[in-house]
């Protein structure tokens, strides 16, 4: 089935420590995004990418940092940087038409929870 | 980052009841998107909008690009419990400026809908 899997679901680490978030895509889609989600703020961008080896910084990049080295890949690591890494995290990806044209519909996968204690 | 303004914030109804929630904008969109979001998962897209004007349905939902193209309503129809959900509107910026805001979305904070049986 083609999708967009999060790993691992629920994830718990120690302040201070780095931690690699998951996003893998079986749609063939050039784009992806990540955004967190915190109760009552919606959804915010923080890092995207259009194309492999490129991305670019969203609204809240600080203490994240991201690769794009294979199309169907998108690992997010929060570090020790980022004051407040408690949150939901969604990874989204974006296709194009049959035409080749960018659509604008983004599909997210299940989402990770992320503590740190 | 930039908001759309999404109201009502929660709404609270019986089953069978119709529901009715709207974003809006200053600035002019080429799309619309609608995304429905469970507690714990990611959003599902409900309905995609892609012209000034254009009604669109999708079983009991019914969504409208609005003619100025700064606001868009979404109308479910008959609810019923599993209606239950955060539902978001998103946009994407009509800007010939900056090409970086053609590859992001804007979100709206989100309407909670519960419903009563």
């Known amino acids: 089935d083609g999708g967009i899997t999060q790993s691992p679901k629920y994830l718990f680490r120690k302040e201070g420590q780095n931690v690699t978030l998951s996003c893998e895509q079986n749609l063939n889609h050039d784009a992806m995004y990540w955004y967190r989600q915190d109760p009552g703020q919606g959804l915010r961008l923080i890092y995207y990418s259009q194309i492999v080896n490129d991305f670019q910084k969203g609204d809240i990049a600080e203490g994240y940092s991201v690769s794009r080295e294979k199309k169907e890949s998108f690992p997010l690591t929060v570090t020790s940087a980022q004051k407040n890494p408690t949150a939901f995290y969604l990874c989204?990806?974006?296709?194009?038409?049959?035409?080749?044209?960018?659509?604008?519909?983004?599909?997210f996968g299940p989402g990770t929870r992320l503590t740190v204690l | 980052g930039q908001q759309l303004n999404q109201s009502p914030q929660s709404m609270f109804i019986q089953e069978g009841e119709d529901v009715s929630m709207n974003c809006t904008s200053s600035s002019i969109f080429n799309t619309w998107l609608w995304y429905k979001q469970d507690p714990g998962e990611g959003p599902v897209l409900l309905i995609a909008?892609?012209?000034a004007g254009e009604l669109t349905s999708n079983g009991r939902l019914t969504a409208q690009f609005g003619i100025t193209r700064k606001d868009s309503f979404l109308n479910i129809s008959a609810s019923i419990p599993s209606d239950v959900g955060i539902y978001f509107c998103?946009?994407?910026?009509?800007?010939?400026?900056?090409?970086?805001?053609?590859?992001?979305?804007?979100w709206g904070l989100g309407t909670s809908l519960a419903v009563n049986p």
């Open positions: 998103a946009g994407q910026l009509q800007d010939f400026y900056n090409a970086g805001n053609n590859r992001k979305l804007i």
């Open positions: 909008l892609y012209k």
């Open positions: 989204a990806s974006k296709g194009r038409t049959a035409t080749g044209l960018a659509k604008n519909e983004q599909f």
